[in-house]
């Protein structure tokens, strides 16, 4: 038994003989098991918060269930004709949980010193942020760039005066929630800040569990969890007193399918592969996976069928998708010159169709969808063969092996990421080293937009305008297979509400809502 869970069952005995001696009182302390803790700690110019609510901070802006923008510490945002200024005026009534007022100067701050951070941010093109007075921030940017504005969205507010090494074990914020204790690797305990400009959660204190799947649905199945995220495999039975709630993402799996011949990059790794680099492969793959069959097989049928990187996005194209097609997916092959061989593999010029197609060996859920993946690409000819390993061994083989990688992200900057040419081979972005003149200058095109509307049709049309774009009409750099399916044990006293579209699944996005959960038992 996990130290955490003993706890756990402390808190339930002292909470049963407490009821025994008072009046039946709606429930105030919640205890979640909804995924790992951040390695980091809790320093959102390191990338807390990106994924779900960040509880100790606040943002500029947020989003409602439907994802439309809210005002949280802004109240006014304007955007200069050059595309190059953001002007932000702030609310005048929020002080971080130290007391001390939050002001211009540390919205300037936090800009400033996250472009300096190193962080999972997009900050590059800040020029600099700067206080005007007390409640307007002015924000410079090197050149326009619509994308900027997600960190409205995701960049917790840090007062410039208490941010220091220290921050990411004891955060100081002007969120809703304070932090009490951080057990690493066992348990985060936070408490409501009394101090909170916004509506108040009824919920006092709310503790974070870091227990494995197993341990997680065996503390909900005895009581001792109000809410559990559970994998496809265990998504079926729910405990007695709980109910199965399933959020719609865009938290998607797909493989990488690297675009250049074999060669090798400046650190001495090796970069693309002798199959995948033929484009009729990439697209005869696209076209020939059932992914339907992915979904029921792999997923249990706690999914959708995945095209894109942002499947049901402004910014997604519907236009672009494929509809299964295994006997045009084979007729390409042959016309390109890929011949079934007597073990049933094709081959052209010596080069078998065959390769490895990699998973992190820790994650059942990417193991399951590469080794069905196998199975579908026999009917082909080409031979896979799924792999697991370290992601230390993926690093070193991502840019020339195909890779089973998740994304989903509620801005396009994602798409941008993973198939920008000069992002290619940096950290995990465009890792098969995609390039295409007209993606790219579609790209240009949507980061100019005057707005974040008016930048989807660019988007739209890199991915495929007809002619050309990364989508699987297109160059096909990747194979996007499923969109998962998050789903949630949630106890039958516990409402939570109306749920947005979830990104990934890194950090806690069902917390994104957390302040309108409420308890219905008394």
């Known amino acids: 038994m996990t130290k955490a869970i003993q706890r756990l069952m402390l808190a339930g005995l002292a909470t049963a003989l407490l009821a025994s001696t008072a009046l039946a009182a709606p429930k105030t302390e919640l205890f979640l098991a909804i995924g790992g803790e951040p390695d980091g700690g809790y320093d959102p110019l390191l990338g807390w918060g990106r994924y779900g609510h960040p509880l100790f901070q606040s943002t500029l802006l947020t989003r409602d269930a439907d994802l439309a923008t809210q005002p949280d510490l802004a109240t006014k945002w304007t955007l200069s004709d050059d595309r190059l200024t953001?002007?932000?005026?702030?609310?005048?009534?929020?002080?971080?949980?130290?007391?001390?007022?939050?002001?211009?100067?540390?919205?300037?701050?936090?800009?400033n010193e996250g472009a300096k951070a190193g962080g999972a941010l997009d900050l590059t093109m800040l020029d600099r942020a700067a206080a005007l007075d007390d409640v307007t921030v002015e924000i410079r940017l090197k050149q326009p760039w619509i994308t900027f504005t997600e960190n409205f969205y995701t960049l917790g507010i840090v007062p410039a005066a208490r941010y220091s090494e220290g921050y990411a074990r004891n955060p100081i914020?002007?969120?809703?929630f304070k932090l009490v204790s951080w057990t690493q690797g066992e348990q985060l305990i936070v408490e409501a800040n009394p101090d909170y400009y916004g509506a108040q959660s009824p919920f006092t204190r709310i503790t974070f569990v870091f227990t494995n799947e197993d341990t997680s649905l065996a503390a909900a199945q005895a009581g001792q969890v109000d809410m559990v995220s559970v994998p496809a495999a265990m998504a079926d039975i729910a405990p007695a007193g709980f109910t199965q709630v399933v959020v719609a993402s865009v938290d998607n799996r797909g493989i990488t399918l690297p675009v250049p011949i074999p060669g090798i990059n400046d650190a001495g790794n090796a970069i693309g592969n002798a199959v995948t680099s033929d484009p009729v492969v990439r697209r005869a793959i696209n076209l020939g996976i059932d992914r339907e069959t992915l979904v029921e097989v792999a997923l249990l049928g706690h999914g959708t069928p995945a095209y894109g990187p942002a499947d049901g996005l402004p910014w997604s194209n519907p236009e672009a998708s494929v509809t299964f097609d295994p006997e045009a997916a084979n007729a390409l092959l042959e016309a390109a010159g890929w011949v079934v061989g007597a073990d049933g593999v094709r081959a052209k010029n010596g080069v078998r169709a065959a390769f490895a197609i990699t998973y992190p060996a820790s994650d059942s859920t990417r193991q399951?969808?590469?080794?069905?993946?196998?199975?579908l690409l026999k009917p082909l000819g080409i031979e896979a063969t799924a792999t697991g390993m370290s992601w230390d061994q993926i690093e070193r083989v991502m840019h020339s092996e195909?890779?089973?990688f998740g994304w989903g992200s509620h801005t396009p900057l994602e798409v941008y990421s993973l198939y920008q040419t000069g992002l290619a081979g940096v950290d995990y972005y465009n890792v098969g080293y995609f390039?295409?003149?007209?993606?790219?200058?579609?790209?240009?095109?949507?980061q100019a937009a005057e707005s974040l509307e008016a930048s989807y049709e660019h988007w739209q049309k890199a991915e495929w305008d007809g002619t050309t774009g990364f989508g699987p009409k297109g160059d096909a750099g990747?194979?996007?297979?499923?969109n998962l399916d998050h789903i949630y044990y949630v106890s039958d006293c516990l409402d939570i509400g109306p749920t947005?579209?979830?990104?990934?699944?890194?950090?806690?996005?069902i917390t994104a809502l957390i302040q309108q959960w409420t308890w219905t038992c008394d």
């Open 86 to 111: 953001w002007t932000i005026t702030l609310r005048d009534d929020v002080t971080f949980s130290d007391g001390s007022a939050l002001t211009a100067e540390d919205v300037a701050f936090t800009f």
């Open 173 to 176: 914020g002007s969120g809703p």
């Open 368 to 375: 399951a969808l590469a080794a069905t993946l196998a199975e």
């Open 402 to 404: 195909p890779v089973m």
């Open 435 to 446: 390039s295409n003149e007209t993606v790219d200058a579609h790209f240009a095109a949507a």
């Open 478 to 482: 990747w194979a996007w297979l499923v």
């Open 500 to 509: 947005q579209t979830e990104p990934h699944g890194h950090g806690w996005p």
